[in-house]
């Protein structure tokens, strides 16, 4: 029968459940169980994907389109698996489910309560990720305890625990025990009224992850399991770590995976963490910087361009580099080229995103990227604006721009399909999930890719217009992949310039830290040939990445 762990927080937000579920997901994979991850968010949105990034970071996509949380993101490259829209609910989405089962007369006249109504909906959306082929759930519980709107959530996974079985379900528990500086001590206070809480929920936790600066005595761990219940092998600290993907390894050396495989009868399978050392090292050893600009919206909140950011840090340590980041406000990006902050950068990368703010910026860094050699990689709206780029100022199509941004303009380059013109709801419109795209042979994408076939996911709703394509042809800019029907392009590149790549697709959600997105790669060689004044090569795919001198890594 499918095992079950829940992964609950108290104290205080951003402790890192997210990645704390992650972690343990990659060390019972390790030791060869097959794992799926669920994320149950207590906000009243249905999705995160008509919400501001400003409120929730970016919306993560999955292969059948879910636009769902960013923790996704953290799952899949962790346990490197792909996950579906069922890997995230919402409280809208669950209410909005009971109240359409109402309409319809599923309930037969009875009275709709949260108890059972609301419960049986949560725990319906749990049981779904179990299965034959699925040995261990992992469902992280957004919010912290003690917030209201997580109260359904947490009586939804008591009673699961009575549903299926005590050896069946294991619940994690992740606090804060915060150093106060005045006392010179670490304080476990935190922890204990956190688990209070949780208790008076009818949860005891089987175990408690102890997020700190630094490492906590032994002797505080026997003081949290005396006070919370809780084995004292079953307290486990995660101090602060040089590099997030450090933490698996940290985990282990606490023995959480041990604790959970003793609770679920898993104690004859051993663990090879051997492929995870390996990346590790090459994160701690990652130390040539190269410095890359991203030109976005929403710089205050780098969380908006997550998946993006970790890409380019697998990119990097393929190559034994450290990406440094640089946040240039796109409304701010054309008052930087006078003053040359663009020029000293040794690539740009510019992000999707949705609304004309900031669009005049991206297109000025596009064209400084495309007239002094400056590696640059368009994603989505990235791809868009290159293009508007080169319409207006190499073909001189005066005017041209996208009909999102510009609906009178002369020359609207970037377009809505005309099959999508009637659809008058928004999101009908959008092009979401996986969809297949064929290279040009010989192409520079063909050549990172090695192969002419290939699979990305999307989020937008506007293309390049075909009608303008001819007009493109035979002056160095190439539509370098296509939908299968050749009606749609999805890449685009320069000829001649060391790496001048746009694509209508987010690559960055199928990068992993051990097997970096194709084009993140290869535009971080590019931007290390520059850093270095060399030319940049394509990597031998089938050798290791390069080895530098050690330096630590951060997160």
Not at 274 to 279: K, P
Not at 480 to 498: A, C, K, M, N, Q
Request: with cysteine; proline share 5%.
């Amino acid at each position: 029968m499918t095992k079950h762990i829940f992964v609950t927080g108290g104290v205080a937000s951003s402790l890192g459940k997210g990645l704390t579920a992650s972690s343990l997901g990659r060390l019972l994979k390790s030791r060869g169980l097959r794992i799926t991850m669920q994320k149950l968010d207590p906000y009243l949105n249905v999705d995160p994907g008509t919400m501001n990034p400003f409120e929730h970071g970016e919306v993560y996509v999955t292969d059948d389109g879910g636009e769902t949380d960013l923790d996704l993101g953290h799952y899949e490259r962790f346990i490197d698996e792909s996950l579906s829209r069922d890997s995230n609910a919402t409280t809208g989405s669950i209410y909005s489910a009971v109240i359409a089962a109402e309409r319809r007369g599923d309930y037969l006249g009875k009275t709709v309560q949260v108890i059972p109504h609301i419960t049986d909906e949560i725990k319906r959306r749990i049981t779904r990720l179990a299965g034959d082929d699925v040995d261990v759930v992992i469902t992280e519980i957004g919010g912290t305890v003690g917030d209201i709107e997580i109260l359904p959530f947490l009586e939804a996974i008591r009673q699961f625990r009575l549903d299926v079985g005590r050896e069946n379900v294991l619940y994690v528990h992740v606090t804060l025990v915060p150093f106060i500086g005045p006392a010179g001590e670490q304080k476990t206070k935190p922890t204990q009224h956190s688990v209070t809480e949780l208790r008076s929920r009818g949860i005891q936790p089987d175990a408690i992850v102890c997020r700190s600066e630094t490492a906590i005595s032994s002797e505080l761990k026997r003081k949290i399991s005396n006070l919370c219940d809780v084995p004292v092998d079953a307290v486990v600290n995660a101090a602060d770590a040089r590099s997030l993907y450090e933490i698996p390894l940290i985990m282990h050396d606490e023995g959480l995976d041990a604790v959970v495989c003793q609770h679920f009868g898993f104690t004859e399978l051993d663990i090879d963490l051997s492929e995870w050392e390996i990346l590790v090292d090459r994160v701690e050893r990652a130390s040539t910087p190269v410095r890359i600009g991203l030109i976005g919206k929403y710089v205050s909140l780098p969380d908006a361009y997550l998946s993006v950011v970790e890409a380019l840090n697998h990119g990097g340590f393929f190559h034994g580099a450290k990406a440094e980041v640089e946040w240039i406000q796109a409304e701010d990006a054309e008052g930087l080229l006078a003053d040359g902050r663009l020029r000293d950068l040794d690539g740009i990368v510019i992000p999707g995103g949705f609304g004309e703010r900031g669009v005049e910026g991206k297109v000025a860094a596009a064209g400084y990227a495309r007239e002094h050699q400056i590696p640059c990689l368009g994603l989505c709206l990235g791809m868009q604006v290159m293009t508007i780029e080169f319409a207006r100022n190499v073909l001189g199509l005066t005017g041209a721009n996208s009909s999102e941004f510009d609906p009178t303009s002369a020359h609207p380059v970037i377009d809505i399909m005309d099959n999508q013109r009637d659809v008058t709801e928004k999101g009908g419109t959008m092009r979401l999930g996986a969809y297949v795209a064929e290279l040009l042979p010989g192409s520079q994408v063909a050549r990172a890719y090695g192969r002419e076939v290939v699979s990305e996911r999307h989020r937008h709703r506007y293309e390049f217009n075909p009608r303008y394509r001819s007009r493109f042809e035979g002056s160095g800019f190439v539509c370098s992949g296509t939908s299968p029907d050749g009606r749609l392009v999805e890449f685009i590149e320069l000829e001649g310039h060391p790496f001048w790549v746009g694509t209508q697709a987010h690559p960055e959600f199928k990068s992993r830290p051990e097997r970096p997105a194709p084009l993140f790669r290869d535009f971080i060689d590019a931007a290390l040939a520059r850093a270095e004044g060399r030319n940049p090569h394509l990597p031998d795919l089938d050798a290791e990445p390069p080895a530098s001198s050690s330096s630590p890594a951060t997160a």
